[in-house]
Each structure stands twice: as C-alpha cells, then as structure tokens.
C-alpha cells in the first residue's frame, strides 16, 4: 500500500502554524522571519515534503521542462546532440522531455503540439521539416522554439535556428580526396532531407568545379527513401553498387551511418577500402572511429551544436535577443581514405 503523500497542511499541523505560513516559509518569503522559515524547511525535510511540481507550475506559469523532437532516437549523432542539450539544460534547472519525428512532418507537428499542451517552457527541434507555410500553426502554439539543422530552405523569420555549415563540410570531404590523387569521386546521398543533402551536394559540385574536375551524373547516387524509410546504414549498402559501376575510386557519403553501409558493402563484395576504395563519411559520430578502417568524416560539434541550440532558448525564455548560427565543421582523417594508387 503507497503511503500518503506529506502535504503543507502536515506541515502547518505539526509545526502549530497556519497553511499559507508554511507556503511563504517554504517559498524564501520575506513576510517570515528567517528563524521561521529555517524550522519549517527543517521541519518539512524530515517529514520527507516534495514539492507539488503541477502547484508550482501553475503559480510560477513555468514547468521547468524543454521539449525536444529528434528524428530518431536511435541516431548516434542525435544522442550526442540531446548530450550537449542536457548539459546545458540541467545546471539551469530545466528537465528534457524527449521525443522522435521519424522524419515525419506530421508526426514533427504532432509532437510540438503535445509538448505545448504539457506546457513545456520551450521547444527544441532538429532536422525539422517546419517551412513558412506553417507559421500561422506555431504563432497559435507561442511557445520559445529553436530549430536545429532545419531541412527546409523556406524557414519562417519567427523561429531561431542552430545550422552546421553543410557546403563547407561538403567540399572539405571532397578537396581532402582530391588532394589525395582522385579524380572520380562520387556522392552518395539521400533524397529525405532536402536542405541538407543538397547543400553538401552542392559543396561537393563546388570543390570538384574549383579543382577543374569533370563533374559526371553517373557519380551522383541518391536514394529515395520516401516510402521505405530504410536506415541510412541499408542506404550506403544498396546504393554503393551504382556508384562502383560508375567506376569512381573515391566517395564522399551524406553521412556516417550511410558510409558505414557502404563500407559493409565493400566487405561483402571484396572491395579493399581505402586500397580500392577511399570512402569519407559526415558527422564524426563515436562509431566512425569503431569501424574497421577507422572512418574518415567530416566532423560536426555536435554538443556544441545542442549547446548552443539550449542556450538559445533560455535566453529567449529571459527576453534577450539572440542571433541564429551557423557553426563550422572540420575534417577528421582516418584510415578509410589513402592516396590514390595508379
């Protein structure tokens, strides 16, 4: 049987005092003197007293509690990204309530909508799919949000955001094989998250332009994973037989999880990497250094990215201004790139 829950009014009873005596004395109020308060914070400590958080909420019109939407929580860069939230969130005396979008705009909503309903503080979303056509749905909402690595290009002014730089990450992916000797390298991406996929496809396009470098269709592989929704690892291992057939010695893949894939197709197939083969990934996830070769990526600051995204949102929930970032990437080499052998 659950013992009953120690209210104010035990406290008032045991200590001889009036209820709201008890309330003012366990909320600092200076209306009691300090000999008081102490007693009664002693007092309500060794009665085992917890705080009624609903009460306090409704008094205090804040829950204390952040709302965050991730695509997957099955993610290794997501997992890192919640990392660098908390870590912020919880010296602030914020909790993190979690939840996951499966790169689902309905479900991204949805989610929001249910946080805004358990009247969460603010709202943290990454890799939404959120546009300007669904603004008038967030005004109604009127909750803090900040987006982190939005996938929409047409994002609306009212929400703040936290970016990685994907063009730069994509042509440092691409000049680090380029300086290694290839002059075929491919891309291997993904068709589910626009904004990114394309400015990394457009930064690979870039380097390989400034390097004078042909730039051939059949180098491009994107799967289409509207209706399969297959894993980023299954991406990388089905769709690494086009860009072999394309002949390419070099591939720079839209993210970790889609060049483990590929690297698990070279495995079955023979394919030595990086002697056959040289393969760069992106994000600089914990299992990229696991693999065998070691992964070389393009790494983002992944707690820095939650960090800074968690920081945003408690300095808009104080009214201070804030400005959206842009952070940048940076190279990691490892052994699955090599110089090109001829």
């Known amino acids: ?37 102490e007693e009664i914070k002693q007092l309500a400590q060794e009665m085992n007293y917890v705080p009624n958080a609903i009460a306090q909420s409704l008094q205090n019109k804040r829950t204390n509690t952040i709302g965050v939407v991730v695509t997957s929580i099955a993610d290794p860069f997501f ?13 602030a005396g914020l909790s993190v ?23 969460v503080d603010g709202i943290l979303v990454a890799d939404s799919r959120i546009s300007k056509q669904h603004t008038k749905q967030l ?15 047409d994002q609306s002014e009212i929400l703040h955001s936290v970016a ?31 904004r990114s996929n394309h400015q990394r ?12 470098l042909p730039q051939n269709p059949d180098w491009v592989a994107i799967s289409d994973e509207y209706d399969t929704r297959i894993s980023d690892v299954a991406t990388g291992q089905n769709m690494l037989s086009k860009l072999l057939i394309a002949e390419v010695t070099g591939i720079f893949c839209y993210n970790d999880m889609v060049a483990v894939g590929a690297l698990l197709a070279c495995q ?21 250094s696991y693999v065998t070769p070691a992964l070389t990526t393009v790494s983002q600051p992944m707690l820095e990215i939650g960090g800074y995204a968690m920081q945003m949102l408690i300095d808009l929930l104080a009214d201070k201004a804030v400005e959206n970032r842009v952070l940048s990437p940076f190279l990691v080499e490892r052994g699955s790139s090599a110089r090109l052998i001829k």
């Open 1 to 37: 049987m659950n013992k009953r829950r120690i209210s104010i009014e035990d406290i008032a009873r045991r200590a001889g005092v009036s209820h709201s005596t008890v309330s003012r004395a366990l909320r600092d109020n200076a209306l009691i003197s300090p000999k008081v308060r």
């Open 79 to 91: 997992a890192e990204v919640v990392d660098g939230i908390e870590q912020i969130a919880r010296p």
């Open 97 to 119: 309530l979690l939840s996951a979008s499966h790169r689902d705009l309905e479900q991204e909503i949805a989610a929001i909508d249910t946080f805004h309903r358990r009247r």
């Open 139 to 153: 005004t109604q909402i009127a909750v803090p949000t900040v987006l982190i690595n939005s996938q929409t290009e």
């Open 164 to 194: 990685i730089d994907d063009r730069l990450g994509a042509r440092l992916a691409t000049e680090h094989l380029i300086s290694l000797g290839h002059t075929s390298i491919g891309y291997l991406g993904v068709s589910d998250r626009s």
């Open 201 to 212: 496809l457009e930064g690979y396009k870039m380097a390989l332009a400034e390097a004078g």
């Open 268 to 288: 079955e197939l023979g394919i030595l990497v990086p002697r056959n083969l040289s393969l760069v990934g992106f994000d600089g996830i914990a299992l990229g």
